[in-house]
Nanobody
Framework: QVQLVESGGGWVQPGGSLRLSCAAS????????MDWYRQAPGKNRELVAS???????DYADSGKGRFTISRDNAKLALYLQMNNLQPEDTAVYFC?????????WGSGTLVTVSS
């Protein structure tokens, strides 16, 4: 089992940047596939970016060219660098870990993009 805690959310103006972090605890972090999801008010939770245990990255169309997912297995950490943020990126962002069809979630961090 793995425990996840997100940080780095906040308020930013359109065009700005934020870096989200997810601190993991528990065993075998490097064996998990890791994802960032987000949930905007009144909408379903959606996948933003993924990174496999081998480091392969994948992005939803909404984040391609603007978001970068990365991980540091030695630090038990997952990151999401978000650039050129827009109001439609406003959401609660969740870190998620998946292994053997078991998925674990953090409690989320709020990102607000407005002028």
């Amino acid at each position: 089992q793995v425990q996840l805690v997100e940080s780095g959310g906040g308020w930013v103006q359109p065009g700005g940047s934020l870096r989200l972090s997810c601190a993991a605890s528990g065993s075998m972090f490097s064996t998990y596939n890791m994802d960032w999801y987000r949930q905007a008010p009144g909408k379903n939770r959606e996948l933003v970016a993924s990174i496999t245990n081998n480091g392969r990255q994948d992005y939803a169309d909404s984040g391609k060219g603007r978001f970068t997912i990365s991980r540091d297995n030695a630090k038990l950490a997952l990151y999401l660098q978000m650039n050129n943020l827009q109001p439609e990126d406003t959401a609660v962002y969740f870190c998620s870990a998946e292994r053997y069809n078991m998925r674990f979630w953090g409690s989320g961090t709020l990102v607000t993009v407005s002028s």
